[in-house]
């Protein structure tokens, strides 16, 4: 399996500063005024953008805590307080790095990468279509950032120019950010190629771009957009996109960047140095390691028993219950309800439940991307992917953009059942959720239901809760709390965002506002 590791050293080292230029002690050393000058400058430019992947606060590690524990179905058992509270909507230190300062910083580093490859292709000579290709990449990756921001904290600043640490931010509201984001992803979309070869397998791909664009009008309501995107790759499913027979190829290292995956992270094993921007930086997957059960890993993430519940409301076609839970969830009792599966877990020939992972039925532990699928153990620097957006995922937003247009809901569940049936489910209009076919509103709500049995704890159950306006009413906050206990704490029209970070306030001069009730 070829990867495009090799490609990132180079990056990672050449874009090391965070958000300016620094005082160049050495004169031989490369400034941004200096370096940008040929073809290969700019190429190394965008594998600098790429390299900010590979961050902590990024999908390597705390990200998953913000949008997988923070939703309803997962939370922390975090032994550091604060983390954990993070995660239950209790605000108190507006700088908590890991909860707050690390994704805005981050965010923001990659943006300024991506905003020097952009500013410095102008003044580059080199094969036009090289140019664009290269160019809309760091387009595709600054509308990523902007869009986490803009998801995370309901608006923010947007810096177009590579600028130095004497700039002040201004605020951007969330609609001039949602305006920014369309527009980054369109550029991308016009010199992305539809597929990479070679070494550059895994870099972001014209389809990435549209289903992007279309999370992008989904979560603005603007759903015939969005739909006009998604059938970009809804036609091309057979030649480019499709689902994986074995689903399971979907979160290990194995039959990497195939049909399914429309946007993932390289991580591997291969390099286990620190997370700064040196020559030993990791490239590891890291969120294995908080995840899985004391003994294995430190059991700071943890599922939600309603999830499993739901698993087993439904049977498959051949009467066994549906795998995809074994494959995400482990939880006292799973080897009953799966007595054709495997009971072996890590190093655990035989993990049934063992005694230190708890003994209230709550407690659940989060297994997906966390299996032992190479070696015993898994550690801070798993290799395999990290599937941003599946086909999957395109598949069942299409399905809602179809309803919200006002389309057919025949034609809707076709998209759903495609999902159902690879996970060994019955069509919808055979199953006991037929009812959901009657109107709109009854097949919306068994879509919530069908998304998060296909994709939880894979980062996008957030968002999903605020475009279905779940958290802008007691009624949604309320469901949500039979759910999660967690959400006792939210409070409506405060917590549907994150607090800017305080020291971004007091060096903004003013410009930058605190988000309503901090």
């Known amino acids: 399996m070829k990867k495009i590791y090799s490609l990132m050293f180079a990056g990672a080292l050449l874009l090391s500063t965070t958000g300016c230029d620094i005082d160049i002690l050495n004169p031989n050393e490369s400034t941004n005024s200096t370096f940008w000058k040929t073809p290969d400058d700019l190429k190394a430019g965008v594998n600098g953008c790429y390299s900010n992947l590979y961050k902590e606060s990024g999908w390597m590690r705390w990200l998953s805590f913000r949008y997988d524990l923070t939703s309803d179905e997962g939370w922390s058992s975090s032994p550091w307080i604060e983390l954990g509270d993070w995660t239950r909507f209790v605000y108190n230190n507006y700088n908590f790095y890991e909860g707050n300062n690390g994704h805005w910083e981050n965010f923001y580093r990659g943006i300024f990468r991506c905003n020097q490859v952009i500013t410095a292709a102008d003044k580059i000579e080199m094969d036009a279509a090289e140019k664009t290709k290269t160019v809309a990449q760091a387009y595709f990756l600054r509308g990523m950032w902007f869009m986490q921001v803009n998801l995370l904290w309901d608006k923010g600043a947007i810096i177009l120019q590579p600028e130095d640490a004497n700039f002040v931010p201004k605020d951007a509201s969330e609609q001039e950010m949602w305006a920014q984001i369309e527009s980054d992803f369109k550029k991308a979309i016009e010199g992305l190629p539809e597929v990479w070869q070679g070494d550059d397998k895994g870099r972001v791909t014209k389809g990435a771009a549209k289903a992007f664009l279309a999370k992008a009008y989904m979560q603005q309501h603007k759903y015939q957009e969005a739909k006009d995107q998604l059938k970009w790759l809804i036609d091309r499913e057979g030649t480019i996109y499709g689902l994986m027979k074995n689903?399971?190829?979907?979160?290990?290292?194995?039959?990497?960047?195939?049909?399914?995956?429309?946007?993932?992270?390289?991580?591997?094993?291969?390099?286990?140095?620190g997370t700064g921007n040196s020559a030993d930086m990791a490239f590891g997957f890291q969120r294995t390691q908080f995840f899985a059960p004391s003994g294995i890993g430190w059991g700071d993430g943890k599922a939600r028993r309603w999830l499993v519940d739901e698993f087993l409301k439904e049977k498959r076609i051949d009467g066994k219950n549906d795998t995809r839970l074994y494959n995400s969830i482990l939880y006292k009792g799973f080897s009953k309800d799966f007595p054709e599966e495997p009971t072996k877990y890590y190093y655990f020939d035989n993990a049934?439940?063992?005694?230190?992972?708890?003994?209230?039925?709550?407690?659940?532990?989060?297994?997906k991307y966390n299996t032992s699928y190479y070696r015993d153990r898994e550690d801070y620097f798993a290799r395999n992917n990290y599937r941003v957006i599946r086909y999957a995922d395109v598949l069942l937003n299409y399905a809602e953009c179809i309803a919200e247009t006002g389309g057919s809901i025949t034609e809707a569940a076709k998209y759903v059942d495609k999902v159902r049936q690879r996970a060994g489910l019955s069509k919808l209009a055979d199953s006991k959720w037929k009812d959901c076919l009657s109107s709109k509103d009854a097949f919306m709500k068994r879509l919530q239901i069908e998304r998060t049995l296909e994709l939880c704890f894979e980062g996008w159950r957030w968002a999903d809760l605020k475009r279905w306006g779940l958290l802008d009413t007691q009624a949604g906050i309320d469901k949500l709390k039979s759910r999660d206990r967690d959400f006792n704490n939210f409070v409506l029209g405060k917590h549907r965002r994150l607090p800017i970070p305080q020291y971004e306030i007091d060096n903004s001069n003013g410009q930058l506002t605190q988000n309503p009730k901090y």
């Open 247 to 273: 689903r399971q190829d979907n979160f290990t290292d194995l039959n990497e960047n195939n049909e399914e995956g429309v946007f993932e992270i390289q991580f591997a094993d291969l390099n286990k140095g």
């Open 352 to 367: 049934d439940w063992n005694s230190g992972w708890g003994n209230d039925v709550e407690d659940c532990y989060i297994k």
